[in-house]
T-cell receptor
Framework: SQQGEEDPQALSIQEGENATMNCSYK?????LQWYRQNSGRGLVHLIL?????REKHSGRLRVTLDTSKKSSSLLITASRAADTASYFC??????????FGKGTRLSVIA | GAGVSQTPSNKVTEKGKYVELRCDPISGHTALYWYRQSLGQGPEFLIYFQGTGAADDSGLPNDRFFAVRPEGSVSTLKIQRTERGDSAVYLC???????????????FGPGTRLTVL
């Protein structure tokens, strides 16, 4: 079953703009992760935020987590054409497998 | 170092045939996962190995699907009597042993695109 649901399903922005993607989930979690996928093939891990953390940064990425609302957001600042990809949130509870959402397709136009 | 590799990259087969998909994880990674991804969807969990044993196979859709990891490294996903609905990209991922700090992050291979005609 899909735990995370990303919003929006698709996003198109100009290079240099910021991109914000949201993820909502249903049950309690240990951590939430964001992955990027290019061209429908392998996923690349971007960032992990634990349930006791509220915000985390990595380069141009900023992730927030609100466990009371069961939601997370991924912000990509100063976007580049190379950021064009699908972005997935994935949640983990205990030792259960990662559960992925359907993803947000981001297009960054040069 | 080498990442997760999967072979073949593409596989076209006919309905009813048997297929094997191979995953070579990162050396030293004890955890290995198989996922299936249909067009426009996120990866869907199939099975998880910790070492040689299947720790969780709750995602396998039916008994036509089976996976092995006999020596705790390479894994093979086997699909019998393939159906058109099995067409998808099959992704493999591995992660370091629990307690090493990197266990939660999964490293994905490029996937095998399976097409059942």
């Amino acid at each position: 079953s899909q735990q995370g649901e990303e919003d929006p399903q698709a996003l198109s922005i100009q290079e240099g703009e910021n991109a914000t993607m949201n993820c909502s989930y249903k049950t309690s979690i240990n951590n939430l992760q964001w992955y990027r996928q290019n061209s429908g093939r392998g996923l690349v891990h971007l960032i992990l935020i634990r349930s006791n953390e509220r915000e985390k940064h990595s380069g141009r990425l900023r992730v927030t987590l609100d466990t009371s609302k069961k939601s997370s957001s991924l912000l990509i600042t100063a976007s580049r054409a190379a950021d064009t990809a699908s972005y997935f949130c994935a949640t983990r509870r205990g030792n259960t497998p990662l559960v992925f959402g359907k993803g947000t397709r981001l297009s960054v136009i040069a | 170092g080498a990442g997760v590799s999967q072979t073949p990259s593409n596989k076209v087969t006919e309905k009813g045939k048997y297929v094997e998909l191979r995953c070579d994880p990162i050396s030293g990674h004890t955890a290995l996962y198989w996922y299936r991804q249909s067009l426009g969807q996120g990866p869907e969990f199939l099975i998880y190995f910790q070492g040689t044993g299947a720790a969780d196979d709750s995602g396998l859709p039916n008994d036509r699907f089976f996976a092995v990891r006999p020596e705790g490294s390479v894994s093979t996903l086997k699909i019998q009597r393939t159906e058109r609905g099995d067409s998808a990209v099959y992704l493999c991922a591995s992660s370091p042993p629990p307690g090493t700090g990197g266990f939660d992050e999964q490293f994905f291979g490029p996937g095998t695109r399976l097409t059942v005609l």
